[in-house]
């Protein structure tokens, strides 16, 4: 088991335990399972933060 996976479900059991069912709780672990899966993927050395960050500000582009 990779960290993203890893990460996905540390994110899916904080959002279950948080909201326990109902519309907007699904929709908050959709957002904790993204978290999750980001924190994973950036663990596994396969995302660099710094980068993400630097684009969504304007310092950096894509290509």
């Known amino acids: 088991m990779n960290m993203t996976v890893v990460?996905?479900?540390?994110?899916?059991f904080v959002a279950f335990m948080s909201f326990r069912f109902g519309w907007?709780?699904?929709l908050?672990?959709?957002?904790?399972?993204?978290?999750g899966a980001l924190l994973g993927?950036?663990?596994d050395g396969k995302l660099d933060l710094r980068s993400v960050l630097d684009a969504l500000t304007g310092?950096?582009?894509s290509s």
């Open 7 to 12: 990460g996905i479900w540390m994110g899916a």
């Open 24 to 26: 907007w709780g699904f």
């Open 41 to 43: 993927r950036a663990a």
């Open 59 to 61: 310092r950096r582009s």
């Open 28 to 35: 908050v672990s959709l957002l904790f399972m993204g978290i």
